[in-house]
């Protein structure tokens, strides 16, 4: 009867990761007359500690956090607002 081998293990590779590109929105921001990071942080609705977190890169932004970034920003896209590393 002829044996049966293990699966070979292969490293894990890193999956994609989907980031916020702070210069789009800074660009998205003064293009819809938001001046200040509080505007900017209810028109988002999320506290600014987690904006910051976004725009550092050391969060990934939710389904919720995308979905609402492009209804309260005209003219964001996906495409346009976030970047895939």
Known sequence: MPSIEAPTQHPAAE???LTLD?????ALRDA???QTDT???QALSVPPEHLQRLT???EAPSAAFIAQAI???PGA???SLFRLQ
Do not use: D, F, V
């Not at 702070?22 to 800074?26: D, R």
């Open 56 to 58: 550092n890169g050391s």
């Open 71 to 73: 209804t309260a920003l």
């Open 77 to 79: 896209t996906i495409a």
């Open 15 to 17: 999956a994609p990761a």
């Open 39 to 41: 505007e900017l942080t």
């Open 22 to 26: 702070s210069s789009a929105l800074e």
């Open 32 to 34: 819809n007359g938001i």
